[in-house]
């Protein structure tokens, strides 16, 4: 089998052939757009089922094929591959590995393309996407030679999950992309700065303990050169926990603290939430004004925090005084209206009552974010009542962690909760918990709003006649409804958007 660890990329991808195998995931396809753009040919396989990011690829002029030994030619000069494909498994693969085409993870080419740029890394358990998107939603108003490449299709992107800047040609320029912690990904990218939002139990299947996935987050940070930047969120207990023990090992690492309790330049004071923007000031910029940002949730706010850090240091970096950018930064964020399946909002109409209904999708699938968020929710929305559809994913995630699953959704008016959608890592014979163990859980806390449809698409009925109960003053603005999680459940809020079309 072919020994991946040696294989780079060519300096200059004009003209150079690569296939991706299991185009259509989200990291993947962002990086095709990079490598579309650099001049390279790109083809690529994966499944028949229709992605949201097949319409990033179709705008780039590129369709997934099947997947098959035949999609290897004498062309291909490169195979990138995604880590749901196995060398020794997957068709296209066995064929390039037969022929001696170099194969390389895509965290092995993110790792490579990163060598080339002023790379920073965001990672954290939670609110990388959203901060990462942040980051390149201010670049576009910052004139820095920057690409960013996000874990979801971005709005403020164009829709699509990068962003160039126009003055980026063939020299060095900034890279800031998002960095997963799942399997230590993260390891393959070289960072010259790195954001840290947050650290806590998570993907069980591969750290057991908490000191196992904090562990994977020091080494990362220790990757950083000498004089290197974390900037992390000191509101987070385990983004400081790790930063300590990243001291005592680095001391040359400089260590850039952001949030509520934070005494720097980025220490944030929130303010008001009014007309369904969130306002709040950072230290740095206390004498310019507040910030806003039209997006939902304190977890946000933190988000945008970070982003700016960010920005601001690299402003630094390349000579110039932040201070002079700050009406961009405030431009930028305002300018920041999420990504696909992060606070998403998929449709509006009126009920038959007359009442104003939003359906809102999020990606939230621990129960630090989901609680996170639909408190922010709640702030956001005050006049609204939320009924939120949550589909748990992964066996592990819900096992080690139902405690606090049963305790997140007190911000909701309604729960809604189905099976668990399983993971191809996982035989869910070998668990003993169910998603109507978590319904069960829920009920426990003493919450009553709860309730329970196995299949998805079972629980139509009931929400759609939710959404139709008469509203009492509390509740001026209407509903949101909202499908949550990191399975397939956003299928609910399409069937309801539909039928309301068709009874009209």
Not at 321 to 330: G, H
Not at 457 to 484: H, N, Q, R, S, V
Request: charged fraction near 25%; glycine fraction near 8%.
């Amino acid at each position: 089998m072919q020994n991946n660890e040696s294989v780079s990329l060519p300096e200059d991808f004009r003209g150079v052939h690569i296939h991706f195998v299991g185009i259509k995931g989200t990291g993947m396809a962002a990086l095709v757009e990079i490598l579309f753009h650099k001049g390279a040919v790109i083809t690529g396989s994966d499944v028949s089922e229709r992605f949201y990011t097949d319409e990033v690829l179709e705008k780039l002029g590129l369709h997934a094929v099947e997947f098959g030994a035949a999609n290897i030619t004498d062309e291909v000069q490169y195979v990138i591959y995604s880590s749901a494909y196995k060398l020794d498994k997957n068709p296209d693969l066995i064929e390039a590995t037969r022929r001696g085409v170099p194969c390389l993870l895509y965290t092995q080419a993110l790792g490579a393309y990163s060598e080339r740029a002023y790379s920073c890394g965001v990672c954290g358990v939670h609110g990388k996407t959203s901060t990462t998107g942040l980051v390149g939603t201010i670049l576009k108003e910052i004139d820095l030679p920057s690409q960013v490449l996000a874990g979801s299709v971005i709005n403020s992107f164009g829709g699509t999950c990068t962003y160039t800047s126009p003055t980026v040609s063939g020299g060095k320029a900034i890279f800031v992309a998002e960095t997963c912690e799942y399997q230590r990904h993260f390891m393959s990218f070289c960072p010259q700065k790195i954001i840290l939002t947050s650290v806590e139990p998570d993907h069980e299947d591969y750290y057991p303990t908490y000191e196992d996935i904090r562990q994977a987050f020091i080494d990362y940070i220790c990757k950083l050169p000498e004089g290197g930047e974390v900037i992390y969120c000191v509101d987070d207990k385990g983004a400081c926990d790790t930063v300590n023990i990243v001291r005592g090992l680095r001391p040359d690492v400089v260590a850039i603290p952001y949030g509520e309790n934070a005494d720097s330049d980025f220490s944030v004071i929130f303010g008001k939430v009014e007309n369904e923007r969130n306002f709040f000031t950072l230290g740095l910029f206390a004498s310019k004004g507040d910030f806003a940002l039209s997006m939902p949730g304190r977890h946000e706010v933190l988000d945008a925090a970070a982003a700016v850090a960010l920005v601001c240091q690299l402003l630094r970096e390349f000579g110039k005084n932040p201070l002079d950018y700050f009406e961009s930064i405030r431009r930028g964020l305002l300018n920041f209206s999420g990504g696909k399946r992060r606070s998403e909002i998929v449709g509006r109409f009126t009920n038959k009552s007359g009442a104003d209904v939003i359906v809102l999708d999020d990606y939230g699938h621990h129960p630090t974010a989901v609680k996170t968020t639909l408190e922010g929710y709640r702030e956001f929305y005050k006049g609204r009542k939320i009924i939120v559809d949550f589909m748990s994913h992964t066996y592990s995630r819900t096992q080690a962690l139902l405690p606090e699953f049963a305790k997140c959704f007190t911000a909701a008016d309604e729960v809604i909760l189905h099976k668990i959608y399983s993971s191809a890592r996982e035989n869910p014979a070998d668990f003993d918990i169910t998603g109507r163990t978590l319904y069960e859980a829920v009920l426990a806390t003493g919450q009553k709003n709860v309730h329970y449809y196995e299949e998805i698409l079972d629980a139509a009925d009931f929400a759609k006649e939710e959404i139709e109960k008469p509203l009492g003053p509390e509740y001026p603005d209407g509903y949101l409804f909202i499908t949550m999680g990191a399975g397939d459940n956003w299928k609910l809020g399409k069937k309801i958007l539909k039928d309301y079309e068709e009874s009209k």
